[in-house]
Each structure stands twice: as C-alpha cells, then as structure tokens.
C-alpha cells in the first residue's frame, strides 16, 4: 500500500475553478520544440535531454488548439453521426496534448522543481477548461447521443460498443445534460477544484521537505542501527553540515528512527511534524483548501444529480455506492481494531516491564513494536535487509515475470532519462517480441513526491493495424544506497516493489484496441488486483529463496530467516489494518457529504475518528492536511480501493495455490482475462472469467488473520 496509480486524464476530468491568474508568457525558445517533431530515439520514447520547462506551455497550448480543431472537424462533419466518425474520431483526438501531458505530469510527480510547479499551476485550470469544453460542447454531444440511440443497430464489436458506452457515460459525468447556467456553474468548480487539488500537492511536497531534525550529540543517535546513522550523516553532508545528522519527513529517514531511536523526546519531535504536514498554519497549509475541495465535490454532485460526491464516484468503480464500501470495511474493523487493541496491550506490557512509567503513544508504536519482533519471532528490518539488495529485488520481480508468462528484461543504456537515477528496459515476450519499455525510478531526493507509483509515458492501443506499446515508469523513495553500501531494501520497500512491477505489467501486456480503454484505465478498486497480487510471489517462501541473497556474500537468505519471515507474517496486522482502515472511513467522510459548507477539518477529522472509535495510540494512516491519495490524486471515495482489490488478489492468488504458484494455464487466464483486457469489460465479468465465480472474501480474513 501507500502506492497509488496517477491518471492525469483521471485528474483533469475532476479537477477545475476561477483564479484570474494570468499565464505567464512562454520563455524564448531558441531550438526545435521536441514536442512539435516526432521522436525518434528508441521505440519513439521521450526525448528528456532535448525537453526544457520553456517547451510545456507552448506544447500544452498547441495540444489543446490542436484537439479543438479535431473537434471541430467531427462536429461540423456533415456526414450522419457514426461510430468512426464521432465515437472512434474523439477517441483519437488529443494526441499532441497527451504527448506533452504524458511527460510534464509524470515528471512534476518523480523530477519536479519551482518552474514546474508554476507552469503546473498555471495549466491545471486551462486543462479544466479544455476537458469542460469537450465534455459540455451541445454539438458534440448531439452526435454522441445519436450514435448510442443506434448502438445495437450498428454491428459494432464488444470493445466498441464498451467504447460507445462510457463515451456517452462520460459526457452526462460530464455535464453534457445540464442547462447553460448550470454548466456555467460546473465550469466554474471544475476550474476552481483544478487549482486547489494542485495547490494541495504542492503544499505537501513543501511540507514533506519543510522539516529536518539536525542532531549534533552522539548520544541522541541512542538505538539507531549503524546503517540509519550513515544515512543521516549523508544527509547532513548533502545539506553542507559537517558532524551532524539529519532526519526528514520521508518515510526512508523518519520509519527507522520511528522503529530503533531510544530517545522518546526526539522520536515525538519527529513524529509530531510528521503528522503535522500542511497543518502549520504557515503558507502551505491545506485545511482550507482541502475543506473548500470537499464542499465544491458536494456542489458538483449535486449539479449532476447524485446525492453526494461518494455516489458520483463510486457508480464507476465495483462498489457501485457508499454502501457497498460501508459493507466491506464493516465486516473488517471490529476484528481489526478488537486485534489493534491486543497489540497495544502487549506493546505496554512490553514498557512496563522495561520500568518505562508512561503510557504506550503513537510515536511509540514503532519502537516497542519492532522491539517486540525481535523479542518473538528473533527478526527485524536490520537482519533482513542485507538479503534485499535493491537491484535483488528487482530481478526476482522479473524472474516472476518470467516464470509465468515467459518476459523477458534487458537493460538499455540508449534509451533517454530523465535522471541519473532512472534505468531503462526493454521488455520482451518468451519469443523475443517487443512489448514495451519500463523506466524504473527507486531513490527519494527532494524533487520527487513521496511514496511509489505506477506511471505511464505512453498508454498501449492498437489503431489502424499499428500497435502502440506501452512505456511505464515504476517510481519508489526506496532505501538510498550509503557510501559503499548498495540500497538495502526492508521486506516491506520489497512487497512494494513487487507491487508498482504489477501495475507495470498491467500496462505492458495490456492488448487493447483503445488508448481509453487499455492498461490500468480500469476502475479504482479493480486496479490494484494486478499490484497486490504481485505481493504475493514476493512474500512466498519458495520465492523469496530465489531472489534474496546477502548482498556481500551472495548467500540465499537461510531457511530460519524465510520461516521468520512466514511466522511474522501476523505480526502488527491489527496496528496496519486499523490504520488503513481509519484513512478509508475518513475519506468517506469527507466525501459523503451532503451540504456545500466548509469545515473546520480537524474537528471534522477527530469527530470522523471518534465514531469509528479509533484508539489514540494510533494514528490515521494520512490525516487530512497530507492526504494526497483524495485531495490531490484522483483516489477521493477511493482509498478503500486498497482492501477491496485485496478481497480480489487474495481470492486470486488462491486459484494458483490450489494449483501451483507458477501454474502456466493459471497464469495465462490471469494474463488474457485480466491485464490484456484493460476496461474493454465490466471488472465483475474480466474477474469471473478468470476464477469462474465471484471473488470471496474469506482468503483475506485468513490472511490478516480474522479468522482461522
Ligand atoms: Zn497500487
């Protein structure tokens, strides 16, 4: 988890709003925009080195003028309406501008800085814009609707007709059945909502970098494993301070010293900013804008006919309505708090006994806990980590690859990055046929958001008997290698790993016909069935043994060491589960709402937190001022997707262990029923196709352990 997958099509569709900010001029450009010239390195991939800040706008604005102009033509067209030449035609339109976007948002997520974030601020309301014209032009429309009224008359093929049906579905989400002072109305959010969710974003990265703990006395590094001191010590370094350590809000820096710094007063510092981001009521504070994001989505909704945001959201996904998610998280918090409960009991007892006289806090939760791993099951991140070299994992990612469908991955060192960091492959079928290039992208630095992601530079389609194959880029804030040392992944920085290579693959091996309708296009709690169940390999005993090996000696990791592992494997389940679980209800909440009034967010978060009874020990997994997953990346009513792809991936996984874990007829249902099908069907059906029922929920009740 803590991984998301950004859509920025996804993103301009719901953003939107009103600023009079004025765009600022494009910069002198004296050479050749690469934007305006078709690519020709590699598989036609991005051009980083010749890409400069001066290019987005200019391409920005000529995509859209462009996309216009393919508009009009379809709309003037007098032809009668038909597939081809409305349906098919929009499809197609926009290429200039989903070139340009494809790149500028993947790069303002993994490689941004200052001017990006201007000319991100000054394009996210013209994209609002732009998308509202589409989606509420009256001609346009009119021949979209008069092609669906003939759809069975038309001889059209399923991925057709799935295409004519969410084309139409999109125009109504869309506003296309307003009258034109309501438009004028959804116009007006839509802009105003593009600017604030890209204010939130940015504020977070701001915050994210805002904070560091410099120490200067060896005794306040008291716990810390030498490797943690390192680090700090580098980042002190980097930063031009000698003799000193520093620790920051990114997970790499602030979890270890969470899990091993003895000095309580300083893991409460730390974990106080941590969960303080965007609420310091400094220039980057997001509680008013987040609390105006959420009344807006109520104003929106309610424009569109459904009773709150939730509703609007969720008709899209498997969920179909707020209930359905209640029904889901219902049937998991009480086990999952009952067990959160026990844990914090024996996390006290655990003080207790070491005569701390204090009550057990959330900045304690980490210590105690890793201190009690190692008191059962002998095991903690340190021991683990030399057997998960970075590049390790990464290699047994794709030898799981290669077992079930044959791929194949070969560096390539001609391919353009756009960092140092970033390297490149190529993926092959079993026969050597080319399926697509994935980036990957692991170490956190200051212009990258946090977190890991799944991204892609250009979505697979397959028009006018071209096939278009996929570039992705998989993006980590990984363990960063220290001085001799390689970056030592912990077997969680390993599951997740595991898990963006999911999304990756649901892209490559994609085998659509649409762009709209390929990949991970899919809905949000259907597109984490292909990331998680990846997770599984990782985790597997047999698996583990094959890529995990001390990174100095090449040694397999020992048998005691997998079967620690596998015993652990309950351990704190009630601690992540509840956390989670409290950030899904929170999310719900914020968009459940019925009235367009602005909140105090906090009280609203603590009286959110309150009814679900969650214990003050723990913490929401992202408290509202930092929740980008739902004010700024297109997971709103969504952050349950997690668990409910887990239902998925769980059942899933099943079907191989009740055959075996590289079954090769398992594995190729799995790839023609799931990742080559995108959105070309209904998930419920892709999924029945591949299990031969509906998925039940039993396998991930037994695997967080509620039940036996
Ligand atoms: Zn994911």
Excluded at 481 to 503: I, M, R, Y
């Amino acid at each position: 988890m803590k991984k998301t997958v950004i859509l920025w099509a996804a993103l301009v569709l719901m953003t939107s709003f009103c600023t009079k900010k004025e765009t600022p001029p494009p910069a002198p450009v004296q050479e050749e925009n690469p934007f305006f010239s078709a690519w020709t390195a590699p598989f036609e991939t991005p051009p980083f080195e010749k890409i400069k800040e001066a290019h987005y706008l200019p391409a920005f604005q000529a995509g859209m003028d462009q996309q216009k102009k393919e508009i009009e033509a379809i709309t003037n067209d007098s032809a009668a309406p038909s597939f081809a030449n409305t349906i098919e035609a929009l499809e197609k339109s926009g290429a200039l501008l989903t070139k340009v976007g494809n790149v500028f948002f993947n790069l303002t997520s993994a490689n941004t800085n200052d001017e990006m974030q201007k000319i991100e601020s000054a394009v996210a309301p013209l994209l609002a814009r732009h998308q509202d014209d589409i989606n509420l032009n009256a001609k346009l429309f009119e021949r979209v609707k008069a092609v669906s009224g003939e759809k069975d008359k038309l001889g059209l093929t399923a991925e057709q007709a799935r295409l004519l049906e969410k084309t139409y579905k999109n125009f109504v989400r869309g506003g296309a059945n307003l009258d034109e002072a309501k438009k004028a109305e959804f116009r007006k959010i839509n802009e105003e909502l593009s600017v604030l969710t890209q204010k939130f974003g940015e504020n977070v990265l701001k915050e994210d970098n805002n904070f560091a703990l410099v120490l200067d006395k060896k005794e306040d590094l008291a716990g810390l494993p030498d490797s943690v001191v390192q680090g700090a010590a580098e980042a002190a370094r980097k930063r031009g301070m000698d003799a000193k350590w520093v620790f920051t809000l990114h997970k790499p820096s602030c979890i270890p010293f969470f899990q091993y710094s003895a000095r309580r007063e300083l893991r409460e510092k730390l974990f106080k900013a941590f969960i303080n981001r965007g609420n310091n009521n400094n220039a980057f504070d997001n509680k008013a804008i987040l609390s105006k994001i959420a009344a807006l989505r109520v104003k929106k909704a309610d424009l569109l006919g459904y009773k709150t945001h939730a509703d609007f959201v969720l008709e899209e996904n498997m969920a179909k309505t707020p209930a359905g998610v209640d029904k889901l998280l219902d049937q998991l918090w009480m086990p999952a708090l009952a067990m959160a409960k026990k844990e914090a009991q024996e996390l006290q007892g655990l003080i207790n006994t070491e005569g701390g006289s204090f009550k057990l806090e959330p900045w304690d939760w980490w210590y105690y806990a890793e201190k009690l791993k190692k008191a059962k099951y002998d095991l903690d991140d340190q021991i683990l980590k030399p057997y998960f070299k970075l590049e390790n994992v990464r290699d047994g990612a794709f030898d799981v690859a290669k077992k079930l469908w044959g791929l194949q991955f070969v560096e390539r060192t001609d391919i353009p990055k756009y960092h140092p960091d970033v390297k490149v492959f190529e993926v092959k079928e079993a026969d050597g046929t080319h399926v697509g290039i994935l980036y990957t992208d692991y170490f956190p630095r200051p212009s990258k958001r946090g977190g890991a992601w799944s991204n892609t530079f250009r979505t697979q389609s397959a028009r006018g008997g071209r096939k278009v194959t996929s570039l992705v880029s998989n993006n980590g804030n990984f363990s960063l290698p220290v001085s001799d040392t390689p970056s030592l992944l912990t077997f969680e920085e390993a599951q997740t790993l595991f898990h963006e290579f999911g999304h990756a693959l649901h892209d490559l091996l994609s085998n659509c016909t649409y762009e709209a309708l390929a990949g991970t296009n899919v809905p949000r709690d259907f597109v984490e069935l292909a990331s998680q169940i990846m997770e599984n390999w990782a985790g597997d005993p047999e698996v583990i043994k094959t890529y995990a090996k001390h990174y100095q000696t090449g040694e397999p990791i020992p048998q005691a060491l997998v079967d620690k592992i596998k015993n652990s494997g309950l351990f704190n389940q009630g601690f992540a589960t509840v956390e989670y679980l409290a950030a899904s209800y929170l999310d719900m909440d914020w968009h459940t709402l019925t009235e367009a009034k602005e909140q105090d967010a906090l009280a609203f978060e603590n009286a959110a937190m309150s009814k679900i009874g969650l214990i003050p020990e723990i913490v929401v997994r992202y408290r509202s001022p930092y929740f980008q997953h739902i004010f700024s990346g297109g997971y709103s009513a969504g952050y349950y997707s997690y668990i409910w792809s887990e239902v998925l991936d769980a059942d899933a996984f099943e079907a191989f262990k009740e055959t075996s874990l590289f079954d090769p007829q398992t594995a190729l249902s799995f790839r023609q029923n799931i990742l080559a099908k995108g959105d070309t069907d209904e998930a419920m059906a892709l999924y029945k196709r591949f299990r031969g029922r509906e998925p039940k929920v039993e396998p991930l009740l037994k695997r967080r352990g509620f039940i036996k």
